[in-house]
């Protein structure tokens, strides 16, 4: 669930539990609103978890020797992992 959706939920969540005025015989809309209200609270926090995480990023050195040539090997590399 991203952020917009979290959004969305919350904003018909309100409007079932607080501006609208019609009773249904066969389901509460203020439970139901408020329901979504959770819901859409829940998913604006998993929302801003999910962008907050950051990346590392490791940088490798490796030096060596080519057994052939007899020169000096460098090799650079950038790792990325998700934290």
Do not use: C, E, K
């Not at 609270?41 to 490798?60: C, F, M, Q």
């Amino acid at each position: 669930m991203s952020l917009g959706t979290g959004i969305v939920l919350f904003v018909i969540g309100a409007i079932l539990a607080f501006a609208l005025n019609i009773q249904v015989d066969w389901i509460n809309l203020h439970l139901v609103g408020y329901i979504l209200m959770i819901a859409g609270v829940v998913g604006i926090i998993i929302g801003i978890i999910l962008l907050t995480r950051r990346r590392r990023t490791v940088a490798t050195t490796r030096t060596a020797v080519d057994p052939v040539t007899g020169d000096r090997v460098t090799r650079r590399g950038i790792d990325d992992d998700i934290v």
